[in-house]
């Protein structure tokens, strides 16, 4: 009588996360497995364990390892989210590392420490050598995803040796990188994410401008998704003439699918927020036809602007309002469930929200 196929084929990883969950006895019938079952099995820990693969821009060693992920025969294919984490240090210049739990010595490892990862990332980014393995990490993600998803996140908040918690500046380096590497991939993904911790997002007065890195963030956003689930920044300069950078931030990527939007800014002034006038105001003037998920942060908005522009998002089901301040709004509407409930009805939103907000 033949021999019975046994899972002796299958890769490594598979035997670990089964000795995992098996006791030693049931570990001893696995040789009694046929390969039709050791095939069903295969499939479950490939899709529960592989279909996201997160990857640290800032460490190499993660990127490479992806890389090998993404490029298995039996695992490649399974990945259908790529998490790209940026886990950039802050500068050590712009950290207070006195305290008064730790002595002088305490706080000079933890500055030189610092320091030496901070060199050690800027380093490797200026080389090249992050942004050619990411390039190719994209290029092999593109070609066996069916359903590719880049998703942006950031580390809030990192901790070293002693303890100490480091908040991590959301650096525009990674974003560029992240972009730089998208082009240079000459690959068509899915969606382009950013998680809630992206908290600066895109500026469109920035990338609206006629420059090589606007021109790389309109070319990549344009060209290389066919959907946008992005957060963009309101706040930047107060000139007027701004307006048009930003409107030309907007048709740039009109031809991607604009489905979920956070426009997020810094602090609202008392009166007028004239540092988000730019921005918003370009925003105002747009419609985006695949817009489902709206939501302001801390941003400024004049009711009378707002009113029109959601009337023509026809496809918008959800709006959320978090710290914002919407200006000019009629007595009428001073209470915010009012507000709430006359926007949802006057521009047919399903739901609308709000969290901190203030019509006045």
């Not at 004049?302 to 918008?316: A, D, E, K, M, S």
Request: hydrophobic letters at 40%; a negative charge; charged letters at 25%.
């Amino acid at each position: 009588m033949e021999q019975s196929p046994t899972l002796l084929g299958l890769p490594v990883e598979m035997f670990q996360r089964i000795a995992e969950l098996t006791s030693k006895e049931e570990l001893m019938c696995l040789r009694l497995v046929s390969r039709d079952c050791a095939a069903k099995v295969l499939k479950v820990y490939k899709e529960v364990l592989f279909s996201e693969q997160k990857v640290m821009l800032s460490t190499t060693s993660s990127i490479r390892n992806a890389i090998e992920v993404v490029d298995h025969p039996v695992f490649g294919g399974v990945v259908q989210k790529l998490v790209l984490v940026d886990d950039s240090l802050p500068d050590p210049s712009d950290i207070d590392f006195t305290s008064s739990t730790e002595t002088g010595r305490e706080e000079s490892a933890c500055a030189r420490l610092l320091t030496a990862t901070h060199r050690a990332q800027n380093s490797t980014w200026k080389q090249g050598e992050s942004l050619r393995l990411l390039t190719l990490l994209l290029r092999k993600y593109s070609q066996g995803a069916k359903n590719s998803i880049i998703h942006l996140e950031t580390i809030s908040e990192l901790e070293i040796e002693d303890g100490r918690e480091l908040w991590s500046g959301n650096d525009v380096g990674s974003l560029e990188m992240v972009l730089r590497a998208v082009v240079a991939s000459k690959a068509r993904f899915g969606t382009l994410s950013m998680d809630k911790t992206v908290v600066d997002g895109i500026c469109p007065v920035k990338s609206g401008r006629d420059d090589s890195r606007s021109q790389l963030c309109t070319e990549a956003l344009r060209d290389n998704f066919k959907e946008l689930d992005i957060v963009i920044e309101a706040y930047g300069c107060s000139h007027m003439h701004d307006v048009k950078r930003a409107r030309h931030f907007y048709s740039s990527i009109s031809h991607a699918k604009l489905r979920s939007v956070k426009i997020v800014g810094g602090p609202v002034p008392e009166h007028q927020p004239s540092a988000q006038e730019p921005a918003i105001a370009a925003l105002m003037d747009q419609e985006f036809k695949s817009l489902e998920f709206l939501e302001f942060g801390r941003v400024g908005l004049q009711w009378h602007r707002l009113v029109p522009f959601l009337t023509r998002q026809r496809n918008l089901r959800e709006l959320r309002f978090s710290d914002t301040w919407v200006y000019d709004t009629p007595e009428t509407y001073y209470d915010v469930e009012t507000a709430c409930g006359f926007l949802s009805r006057a521009c047919d939103i399903a739901k609308v929200t709000e969290e901190a907000t203030v019509f006045d």
